[in-house]
């Protein structure tokens, strides 16, 4: 599930969703990664390589960003791709970014837009915050697929900046439907250590009790 701006990443932060407060150049953007396999808050989403392409629009003077996100395993597991396609629009409201965001898992037989509690698309609303080397996130479930407005909150620190590496904690908790039961866990936290277009996360959910090590590179 997206990011947004790109939830898999802050460029260094995986699958996190936090936006600063600055003013992304007017007009169109594309970009795509490549990703060794898709962890999204601390959860993996398709055991396999992943092609995540990018477009949005940035209104000009208000910063205002709709945009589309995908992600696309290139191998199949038992039978099937993981496929995902996230719609979403992003305001800035003072020292606050907030994001509407539509999660579409595109299984055979999934339609577009279905809503209901039982259909493939989940509708969150997050606020992300910056100041310094510091971020925040909270988000909340608010329409379609029964989460019961499960909640997930985030903060990450960059903590390194050197020889053009830079590096960066996070620590992420909730209680959405991948958590292995209902109560509100910590869920996502690692590491992440970028350099240029290249990104490297180990990833720990201690409610799971699992590990990841992922590779990023953005285009």
């Known amino acids: ?3 947004t701006t790109k939830f898999l990443t ?9 936006s600063g407060t600055a003013m992304a150049d007017e007009g169109f953007s594309i970009g795509a990664d490549v990703v060794s396999s898709y962890v999204w808050r601390g959860t993996e989403l398709g055991d396999s390589f992943a092609v995540q392409p990018s477009l ?10 709709v945009g589309a996100w995908g992600s696309y395993a290139v191998a199949e597991n038992d039978g099937s791709r993981y496929k995902e396609i996230d719609l979403y629009v992003s305001v800035p409201v003072g020292p606050l970014t907030l994001t509407a965001t539509d999660y579409f898992t595109a299984a055979d037989g999934n339609k577009s837009f279905d809503f209901t ?4 698309n989940v509708v969150e609303i997050s606020a992300s915050y910056a100041i310094d080397d510091l971020s925040l996130l909270a988000g909340v479930n608010v329409a379609g697929f029964d989460t019961n407005n499960a909640v997930y909150c985030e903060a990450g620190y960059q903590f390194y900046d050197k020889d053009g590496y830079t590096a960066s904690g996070f620590v992420g908790a909730g209680n959405e439907v991948y958590t292995t039961d209902a109560d509100f866990n910590v869920v996502n936290t690692g590491i ?20 990841h090590l992922v590779f990023m590179a953005s285009f």
């Open 1 to 3: 599930m997206k990011k």
């Open 10 to 18: 802050v460029a260094a932060l995986l699958a996190t969703g936090f």
């Open 56 to 65: 949005t629009y940035t209104f000009a003077g208000s910063g205002v960003e």
């Open 117 to 120: 509690d039982d259909g493939p």
């Open 192 to 211: 992440s250590v970028s350099k240029d277009r290249y990104t490297a996360s180990y990833v720990y959910n201690p409610d799971s009790e699992m590990s």
